[in-house]
């Protein structure tokens, strides 16, 4: 046996096997059957004829019953569904009939034959494993009344019966014979049979018994001749002791007994919290601190922490749980906590803080004045908590204790921890390490600073400080931002309003790199600073000021240059354009004055609509704004609305910086309606507008619709593409598969648009693999297999997309061809035989090697993803083989045979998990180097800290937002 096995070994990792004999199941069918034709050819047959008999209708059974399990497992679940699982079995039925109706034949025959208690045993061995009737009770009874009560077939009856009571609950009856088994130590089982016993008493509620047995089965455990149970006992031992009232000793036992007696301390603390039991339970967590903190395991103490947290919190043990969370910040001071705990850990003390502050505002509510100024001490303690503790986000806690003071009403706090989490952001964040939540976090402390100014009641200069600190901040963050457009003009005015005018032209100057399309504006504003320096009389700024205009700052009109000092008396629209800085609703009234005086021309008219349309769009009235902009229309000649086509789309594109797309669409498609055929450089921006703002608004169909109507007036291929693509992603970002499958109908022959089509469809189809939708998968399964087809004439994508829709296909396949190995499973005969084991050991190889040879061509294709879920059923094919081998049972044989049979399969075990292990490093290494994110990794690797830092997670498209496609442009 030893030389044989030795030589599978040597097979399996040369991978060099030949082929299995054939059909060996008809083989040993055949001889049961010629043996039993021949014994019933004998007329006057004796007891042991009919006990030889008797066997074989057995073996027979087991025979049937392997083909029919055979027939059954192939197939499909709608036809067994249809016919019922007991169709398949009939033989099996029938063969057990026979052989129950021949044994008890026997018994009646010859009751006191020699082989009465072995056919009882057999019988209930049958009635159990193939009878689902009520008599393998009875019949195991009977085996022991039968059995010499000393003999191994009764010692193996009894065991078999207590397995049956223990496995029916009926948990008495099971303990009774237990105790006859335990009387002395019989077999490997001991152990075993020891700890069966004790849960026998638990769920009898005789809990002292019960933790006494599990006491004796750890003692046997821990001789090599018993079966080692440890891993069980050390999972209930202590929910033994808990519900014994023996917990010291439980917890005893722990730290005598396990390296890590924190962790199963944790586990009898949660039973005890549970149970009500505090003082047992901060007992329970005292001594597993102490042990954790002795023998120096720093992780089992982060977690006996982390369990205190919840359980203080339970109990509401505030002063406690202040302490533990006070602890963990200075843990994480002195060393980093663990990535995971230390996610645990700011996850529950924010959420107690949360709870902390709701009870604060909604007991400062009902009356302001009285709201407990410890408790809000107390909550701004456990945010400086979470910012040692969670160092990368201070920000969030800067701003939560911000708005902890703005609810009740204190201002002044309020506005310095806003300023502080914008300081920390400053000192702090670079473009490399800021992430999307810093972001958003930066624009609400700065959003609330600016609110929090409007509500307090500060002093002018601390007003001034924190004003100019969010201001400056702001446009400083997002240069480019409908608020910071607004910014700075309010940040002017303030430096303004203070003369600190060196400030103010600065921020003009920004201002104007940023929005170059508000000249106007930004005009004005040096307008108002020469005006004060006209004022003041200051001549040496004003010489400057004036020769800067000179050499074309702002674009400042020449008669404005050449009478700069009597700007404010002689030129209209410039007079205007200074009060407009001060007072929009004066400008405005000036401007209709001159719009409704008859005496300008049109011209004037327009340019005064225009105007009027303008500043109505800086109050955010787009209605207005747009009603007076086709007002203007109405006078322009061509010429001068041709040469004004500028400030329209301003107009354009300030409406839909304004959120008010369709205003934006209006103007837009009025613009185009009157110069269709002219070439200029922004008949492109409006068309944009037009079909972008359409995609914006969720009105995909419309983009389309516009993009056929406005092709006679500008067809340019690349706007083409770039609007199809912009509806296509729309489609895309909005998981829209029905339009997606719809658009792709009618575009497909659009090269342009093939690869996006083709990457989307890849990732919709692990996409709906992942969310089981079969019907997605399909859809996109026939587009792949169409494309892969020689004489297909569908566009194609790139050869790299080609070979990942080859790769899926390759998989697929995989799938199906591995069920082979997994659906042949090596039998246990009731007695070992040698050479039919090796038979099937030899075929189990062979079906493993030719699963790797087909593995290693879909590995040659190199696709990542499905190179991952190749490796996953190479690793479970061999956990499925070792588990076979482990437990392979070769019955009947002598003892010494079977310790040396089990010698070699656990060599074989090692060297199919040094498989196991080789593939799991390629994988790691394959992840690792890819930095790959794949549907398959989580389930291969056992790198439990790789699984977390890479993690399956779906591509950022399906989370993502919609953004504003005009920025993206510019």
Same mark, same amino acid.
């Given at each position: ?665 209006? +103007?837009? @498609? $009025?613009?185009?309606?009157? /110069?269709?055929?002219? %070439?200029?450089? !922004?008949?492109? #921006?409006?068309?944009? &507008? ?125 799938? +199906?061809? @591995? $069920?082979?190995?997994?659906? /042949?499973?090596?039998? %246990?005969?009731? !007695?070992?035989? #040698?050479?039919?084991? &090796? ?132």
């Amino acid at each position: 046996m030893r030389k044989f096995i030795t030589f599978i070994i040597f097979m399996l990792f040369t991978l060099t096997i030949k082929s299995f004999g054939s059909d060996k199941w008809k083989e040993l069918s055949k001889l049961v059957d010629s043996e039993i034709n021949a014994i019933t050819q004998i007329k006057d047959r004796k007891s042991k004829l009919e006990y030889r008999l008797f066997e074989l209708y057995t073996e027979k059974m087991k025979l049937i019953r392997e083909e029919e399990n055979k027939l059954f497992l192939q197939a499909s679940p709608s036809e067994v569904a249809k016919t019922g699982k007991e169709t398949y079995f009939k033989k099996t039925r029938n063969a057990y009939n026979l052989t129950k109706s021949h044994g008890l034949s026997i018994l009646k025959k010859w009751p006191d034959n020699p082989h009465t208690a072995d056919i009882y045993y057999t019988l209930a061995q049958n009635s159990r494993d193939y009878g689902n009737d009520q008599n393998t009770e009875p019949f195991f009874k009977q085996t022991l009344r039968y059995a010499a009560p000393d003999s191994k077939i009764s010692h193996n009856a009894k065991i078999s019966l207590a397995e049956y009571y223990y496995n029916e609950k009926m948990w008495s009856n099971a303990f009774k014979l237990y105790e006859e088994i335990l009387v002395k130590p019989l077999d490997e089982f001991h152990s075993k049979h020891l700890y069966n016993s004790a849960w026998c008493l638990y769920q009898l509620r005789e809990f002292s018994g019960a933790i006494k047995n599990m006491h004796r089965a750890f003692a046997f455990s821990k001789n090599k001749n018993y079966i080692n149970i440890n891993e069980q006992i050390f999972d209930f031992m202590g929910l033994f002791h808990v519900d014994g009232k023996e917990i010291p000793s439980g917890v005893d036992f722990y730290v005598k007994n396990t390296p890590d007696p924190g962790t199963h301390l944790i586990k009898m603390a949660k039973r005890t919290a549970k149970n009500g039991q505090f003082e047992d339970t901060k007992y329970i967590l005292g001594k597993a601190l102490t042990e954790s903190q002795t023998r120096k395991q720093r992780d089992i103490e982060i977690s006996i922490r982390l369990e205190e947290l919840d359980v203080y919190r339970k109990y509401k043990k505030n002063d406690l749980h202040f302490q533990v969370a006070e602890t963990l910040a200075k843990m994480q001071t002195q060393s980093p906590i663990p990535a995971e705990q230390q996610t645990l850990a700011v996850k529950e003390i924010k959420d107690y803080t949360g709870y902390l502050q709701v009870r604060l505002t909604r007991n400062a509510k009902q009356k302001i004045q009285n709201y407990n100024k410890s408790d809000l001490a107390e909550i701004i303690s456990y945010f400086d908590i979470l910012t040692r503790l969670d160092k990368s986000n201070i920000d969030q806690y800067r701003f939560y204790q911000g708005e902890t003071f703005y609810a009740v009403k204190e201002y002044v706090q309020a506005a310095n921890y806003y300023q502080m989490g914008v300081e920390w952001g400053n000192k702090n964040l670079t473009p490399e390490n800021k992430t999307a939540d810093n972001e958003t976090f930066r624009r609400k402390l700065l959003d609330s600073l600016l609110a929090t100014l409007a509500e307090g009641s500060f002093s002018p200069e601390a007003n001034f400080k924190h004003t100019e600190f969010a201001y400056t901040n702001y446009i400083k963050s997002w240069p480019v931002d409908p608020k910071s457009q607004k910014i700075y003009e309010r940040l002017f005015n303030l430096y303004f309003q203070k003369t600190i005018l060196d400030k103010a032209v600065d921020t003009i100057s920004v201002y104007n790199k940023h929005y170059p399309v508000d000249i106007e504006k930004q005009r004005a504003m040096l307008g108002a600073v020469i005006d004060h320096y006209i004022k003041t009389k200051n001549t040496t700024s004003l010489a400057f000021w004036v020769n800067e205009i000179i050499g074309g700052l702002y674009g400042f009109d020449r008669s404005y240059i050449d009478k700069a000092t009597i700007i404010l008396g002689q030129l209209l629209f410039e007079k205007i354009q200074s009060v407009e800085n001060k007072n929009k609703d004066t400008a405005l009234q000036m401007y209709q004055r001159i719009y409704d005086n008859q005496i300008y021309p049109a011209k004037i008219k327009a340019e005064a609509a225009l105007w009027i349309s303008i500043i109505y769009l800086e109050k955010s009235n787009t209605q207005e704004s747009l009603d007076w902009a086709m007002k203007s229309f109405k006078y322009f000649p061509d010429k001068e609305l041709f040469e004004n086509r500028k400030k329209y789309v301003t107009l354009a594109n300030q409406y839909y910086l304004n959120q008010d797309f369709d205003r934006s669409i209006e +103007i837009s @498609s $009025k613009y185009l309606s009157r /110069f269709c055929k002219d %070439e200029y450089s !922004e008949k492109e #921006e409006f068309l944009k &507008n037009i079909i972008q703002l359409h995609v914006a608004s969720g009105k995909p169909d419309l983009a389309l619709s516009a993009l056929k109507e406005y092709q006679k007036c500008h067809d340019n291929r690349n706007f083409e593409i770039v609007s199809r693509l912009s509806v296509l992603n729309y489609y895309i970002l909005h998981n829209d598969l029905d339009n997606f499958f719809k658009f792709y109908a009618d575009y497909k022959k659009d090269l342009a648009l093939t690869e996006t089509f083709f990457l989307s469809m890849l990732k919709y189809y692990w996409h709906s693999l992942y969310l089981n939708q079969p019907a997605i998968t399909e859809k996109i399964s026939q587009i792949f297999k169409a494309v892969l087809e020689v004489s297909s004439s569908e566009p194609a994508p790139s050869s790299g997309v080609i070979s990942s829709i080859r790769g899926i296909f390759a998989y697929k396949e995989f799938v +199906i061809f @591995s $069920k082979d190995f997994f659906n /042949f499973k090596i039998e %246990e005969k009731e !007695e070992f035989d #040698e050479k039919f084991f &090796n038979e099937q050991l030899q075929k189990k190889v062979m079906l493993l090697k030719s699963l790797e040879d087909k593995a290693q061509v879909i590995i040659a294709l190199g696709q990542s993803d499905v190179i991952l879920g190749v490796y996953q059923i190479l690793n479970l094919a061999a956990e499925d083989f070792s588990k076979i081998l482990l437990h392979y049972d070769p019955k009947g044989m002598p003892e010494e045979f079977v310790v040396s049979f089990k010698r070699s399969m656990n060599q074989l075990v090692i060297n199919l998990q040094t498989k196991i292990a080789n593939n799991t490093r390629s994988i790691d290494q394959l992840i690792h180097k890819n930095q790959l994110i794949s549907y398959f990794n989580t389930e291969v690797t056992r790198d439990s800290k790789l699984r977390k830092t890479t993690g399956f997670q779906w591509p950022f498209i399906w989370r993502s937002s919609t953004v504003d496609f005009m920025e993206n442009d510019k």
